[in-house]
């Protein structure tokens, strides 16, 4: 299935969730909300997956077992919110930047810091991740919706890119991008970005026009 697809079903399905959320809920949660909840609830799963692999089947110490679940789970994380939840269409250098610094601030204040030190109180090992999970979750949404993504933001964090096929058609009908109204210079005629005639229809927007100025001269004065 194409990403574009993908991306979409997994939009729609979040809006028709929250539509339905009972107690004004629906007002208040937006569908990039529900939706990071859905892909981080499915890489914390795979985060406890691998700490439980590696430290109590691999023997790994401790800090090693929950740097590496960690770590596979968040570029995981990454990848997802990236695709189908925010649908950033940003460059994905910046973007993968920012959001190594935003999880080594995630990692230090929220999993070693909790996490670890939960566990060396003798907090059993998997409750004290859950709750420092608890904790980086809102850390981490605000971070990705506002920080990471925010050239989506603006849009709730579910900016959506309009299809060339859009476009193509503003230019068909004379429509102006944007807002939608016709070109001045010939009504039919296709537009480019800035609302002006396509090169290809320049020239005859000019024909046109002295086509009708010889008209009117012909016909002289009524």
């Known amino acids: 299935m194409p990403p574009a697809l993908t991306a979409r079903g997994f939009h729609a399905a979040m809006e028709s969730v929250t539509r339905r959320l009972p107690f004004g809920l629906a007002d208040v949660i937006p569908p990039s909300l529900l939706g990071f909840g859905v892909i981080n ?8 997956a691998l700490l439980t692999l590696l430290h109590s089947g691999l023997a790994q110490s401790l800090w090693l077992s929950i740097t590496l679940a960690y770590a596979a789970a968040f570029a995981l994380s ?53 709750l420092a999970g608890a904790c980086e979750a809102v850390y981490m949404y605000c971070a990705m919706r506002w920080v990471v993504f925010r050239d989506t933001s603006q849009l709730g964090g579910n900016a959506v890119q309009r299809p060339a096929d859009d476009r193509d058609d503003h230019r068909v009908h004379g429509v102006r991008p944007g807002d939608g109204t016709p070109s001045r210079l010939y009504p039919d005629a296709g537009v480019g970005e800035s609302g002006d005639a396509a090169p290809d229809d320049r020239s005859r927007v000019v024909d046109d026009q002295h086509a009708l100025g010889r008209t009117a001269i012909d016909r002289g004065p009524s």
């Open 41 to 48: 609830g499915f890489t914390f799963l795979v985060d406890l």
């Open 78 to 130: 990454f990848v997802l919110n990236r695709a189908l939840n925010f649908r950033s269409h940003a460059p994905v250098g910046p973007q993968a930047l920012t959001y190594t610094m935003v999880v080594i601030i995630n990692y230090l204040l929220w999993i070693l810091g909790v996490g670890s030190g939960l566990a060396a109180l003798g907090v059993e090992y998997h409750l004290a991740r859950v």
